[in-house]
């Protein structure tokens, strides 16, 4: 047959199937025989002690023997194209039918398949091949695993895998079998519906028509969500940002969706949103401030002020995050996309003919709805409250803080004192709801009443005397004495001690009596410049002793007139501490020098009651004197002394606790150093005793008498 002929044989085959097998077994040889013949150098080349010529006769040999297959692979082609017989026209029709079936069955064809098997490794497929075709059951983990006898399509994977059977993949069939139509759907922006299956690392693996496609983080919200767990499992619509056909990638976005969704809502919301108009909505969030409305694509601001008529202390307290609410539209802003929502405005104001349902000097009763320092609030109907200021709670209780006369909760009665309309405000008053007792205080007490009564409190500036039930008096601290003087009431009286005391003014206004104790005696005063003139010699008591002099009380008939000793009439040379030489209740021989009686000062002196007697009379008060300032000089040295002993103890205890813990640090020091003295030193100081202790065990032995033997009982 000639080479023309050989040719045309060809074309009617095109190209034949015997042709590729021959092919193929002289390709699968070919390398099956150079695998061998380098698995076979390879060894030799690592016989490193043959010499270099039989190395190269053994490689000239394997290369012939490379050679001989390939020589006799084209030999049989050759003999097969020669030896073929020209086939008629019954043989050119099955050829063409066998070349449209390998053609159908080529790597990456998408045919239609019968399940006949489903394990739990694989599932088995009859497409029509010569052999099943595998799939493996991990790819049929997102979607419903088949059932025997079910068609499916499949993807040709290769047409021979190393155990020669037919290689199926589901997944790149519904890949490349949707490839088009998810290429037309990315260029016209339409969405997708698809399941979010699961968490990878940088986003989540969305189920898109048994196709994997990824989520990217970035791409699941217009907002962070922080917790992706949440979206497991749920069906959403996504859109395809990017198709890789090589890896078999789809990157979808469900942010697109949101935003999409969200303008045309916006663009709806905008029609609606005008000054005036109610519509509904759902909490998003809730501050200290309001609440944040979500009316569908654009959120607005509840006001605290604008939820309720009343007085609302958190949001809180009237809504909860979710709650779907009816709102008024305040205002809106179309710049900024603010809108200042309302709530208390679906409703008419209650402040309206607020003067008609509460006239001032009517009786109303409400609930006390907050608590502070300066009130109470009572509500008396839903946004309309009123204020009962504390000194509008009682006529005579001294009220630090509201809380002492009313709880939250309480249901209270008050007369409506005041109202402000324009400023929302009720002023209250629940002590009006009884008489005033102030105003007859003066009509039971006049001034100048006798009474007694117990102190309920004492003050710096005073003590105050309860004169009836919530009703008390003031004895300021000038009015408990004539004479002595008072540095405080604590010194005098007591919480709770009973006194007699005089009215001596009211003031119904403000509330307040003034009561004295001094009051109930004449005044010693006004008559002591004729008891105790210029020069007059009397005994004093000290009471008290401070750095100038002495203060002493000086007896005037039935009263005692306070009095002052200065330091320089005390008659002790070089006296520097008074407390040294004089004590309280001490009595002094004292004479008056000066007497001031609009000013109410005593001045006396010991020096000049000396002055006019025996010299013999001040040494002995001043021996006295000294003598007592010697012995307190003596203790106090004493004293210390016996300090300065203590502390020397403690330094020198100090000083010995240091000096141990050195001893004890350097003893290591010590014990290293016997440590390396040389054996024959040592054995010879431990052996070799002191001349001076073998004498005295000498004089020891021979000193000590013979001792009997003991019974052997006692042994």
Known sequence: MNVNDQNEVKDEKNPIATETELNEKVQTENSTTEKEVVSEAKPLEEEKTQPEESQSEIKEEIENEAKEPEEKAEETIETTETEKPKPNGSDEDMMSLLDESFNKFKKGAIIEGTVVSVDEREILVDIGFKSEGSIPSKEFTNSQVPEIGEEIKVYIDSVEDASGRLKLSKKKADFYSNLERFKKMMEAGESITGILRRRVKGGMIVDIENIEAFLPGSQISTKPIPNLDQFIGKEGEFKILKIDEERRNIIVSRKKVLEEKRESQIRELKEKLRQGSELDGEVRNITDYGAFIDLGGIDGLLHITDMSWGHIKHPSDMLNIGDKVKVKVLSY??????????IKQLVPPPWENIEVKYPEGSVVTGKV???????????????????????????????????????????????????????????????????????????????????????????????????????????????????????????????????????????????????????????????????????????????????????????????????????????????????????????????????????????????????????????????????????????????????????????????????????????????????????????????????????????????????????????
């Open 333 to 342: 802003d179309e710049e900024t996309n603010k809108v200042a929502l309302g």
């Open 369 to 715: 709805v907050n608590i502070t320092k300066y009130g109470v609030f009572v509500e008396l109907e839903p946004g309309v409250e009123g204020l009962v200021h504390v000194s509008e709670m009682s006529w005579t209780k001294k009220i630090k803080h509201p809380n002492q006369i009313v709880k939250l909760g309480d249901t209270v009665k008050a007369i409506v004192l005041d109202i402000s309309k324009d400023e929302h405000r009720i002023s209250l008053g629940m002590k009006q709801m009884e008489p005033n007792p102030w105003l007859a205080i003066d009509e039971r007490y006049p001034v100048g009443t006798t009474l007694k009564g117990k102190i309920k409190s004492i003050t710096p500036f005073g003590v105050f005397v309860e004169i009836e039930k919530d009703i008390e008096g003031l004895i300021h601290i000038s009015d408990i004495s004539w004479t002595k003087r008072i540095y405080h009431p604590r010194e005098v009286y007591k919480k709770g001690q009973e006194v007699e005391v005089k009215v001596l003014s009211i003031d119904k206004t403000l509330h307040r009596i003034a009561l004295g104790v001094k009051q109930l005696t004449p005044d010693p005063w006004e008559h002591l410049d004729k008891i105790l003139p210029i020069n007059s010699e009397v005994k004093a008591k000290i009471v008290k002793i401070i750095p100038k002099g002495l203060l002493v009380d000086v007896p005037v008939n039935d009263n005692v007139v306070e009095g002052f000793v200065p330091l320089s009439h005390l008659g002790i040379p070089n006296l520097r501490k008074i407390s040294d030489a004089f004590y309280v209740n001490e009595e002094l021989p004292l004479k008056t020098i000066e007497l001031d009686l609009e000013n109410r000062r005593l001045i006396l002196s010991v020096k000049a009651y000396f002055f006019s007697r025996e010299k013999e009379l001040l040494q002995q008060f001043i021996k006295e004197h000294q003598e007592r300032m010697q012995e307190k000089l003596e203790k106090r040295q004493a004293k210390s002394a016996q300090e300065t002993k203590q502390e020397e103890k403690k330094v020198s205890a100090s000083a010995e606790n240091s000096q141990e813990e050195i001893s004890k640090e350097n003893e290591p020091e010590k014990q290293a150093e016997t440590e390396n003295v040389p054996e024959t030193e040592q054995e010879k100081t431990q052996n070799e005793p002191p001349a001076e202790e073998e004498k005295i065990e000498d004089k020891a032995s021979e000193e000590q008498p013979a001792e009997s033997p003991e019974p052997t009982e006692n042994k």
